[in-house]
């Protein structure tokens, strides 16, 4: 069965550095997302992207997070001079459609820890 | 608004022993999807079960059951004969028209051998 796979599976990173998680959607999908799980916590929408621009953005989304599809098959979020707060369990998601919920898909996610 | 409730913050039962996972949405759409997620220490979602806001027909899977009855807005999950591998933290969450999931808070489940 297709699979969104995210690298790394785990990330430390220092405090004030930038990083950047990697996702590939399904190959035929057309719209992809990142949600965050801060430990403990329920999992939250980012951010949609189709069409090589952003769709929807919640408001955690803000001027420190980014996202791009560089190539035909990668799609990343940056996050500028991470925070010890953005510590969490990053997922990617990706869909054919935007409407329904056919095949919308979650890759197994990046825990993202910064000191 | 759209919301997801999972009232039970921890649950604990022992082994064999039947257990229900609560969950209450809230959307004003008249097409929506529900799903459950489980969560294993390993912190990936594990896809468990999909239905639509049309169907409300329950679902079993073997130890695996489902209630979904939208006149109370609920779509509740049981497991059957539980087992410490079902030890875990699901999630319910809801699709209505649109881009994202809204998911509930959690319910983590614990199975004593």
């Known amino acids: 069965e297709p699979e969104v796979t995210q690298t790394p599976s785990h990330q430390v990173t220092q405090m004030g550095q930038e990083v950047i998680l990697r996702c590939v959607p399904i190959?035929?999908?057309?719209?992809f997302y990142w949600y965050r799980q801060i430990l403990g916590q329920k999992v939250e929408f980012l951010v949609s992207?189709?069409?090589?621009?952003?769709?929807?953005k919640s408001e955690i989304f803000d001027d420190q997070f980014s996202v791009e599809r560089p190539d035909g098959s990668n799609f990343t979020l940056k996050i500028r001079s991470t925070k010890l707060e953005d510590s969490a369990m990053y997922f990617c998601?990706?869909?054919?459609?935007?409407?329904?919920?056919?095949?919308?898909?979650f890759g197994s996610g990046t825990r993202l820890t910064v000191v | 608004a759209q919301k997801v409730t999972q009232a039970q913050t921890e649950i604990s039962v022992v082994e064999k022993e039947d257990v229900t996972l609560d969950c209450v949405y809230e959307t004003r759409d008249t097409t929506y999807y529900l799903f459950w997620y489980k969560q294993p220490p390993s912190g990936e979602l594990v896809f468990l079960i999909r239905r639509n806001s049309f169907d409300e027909q329950n679902e079993i899977s073997g130890r695996y059951s489902w209630n979904f009855q939208k006149s109370t807005s609920s779509f509740n999950f049981t497991i059957t004969a539980s087992q410490v591998v079902d030890s875990a933290v699901y999630f319910c969450a809801l699709k209505p028209t649109g881009n994202q999931f809204y998911f509930g808070t959690g319910t983590s489940l614990t199975v004593i051998p």
């Open positions: 190959s035929n999908h057309l719209y």
């Open positions: 998601a990706s869909s054919v459609v935007r409407q329904g919920a056919s095949g919308y898909t």
């Open positions: 992207f189709y069409n090589n621009e952003i769709s929807e």
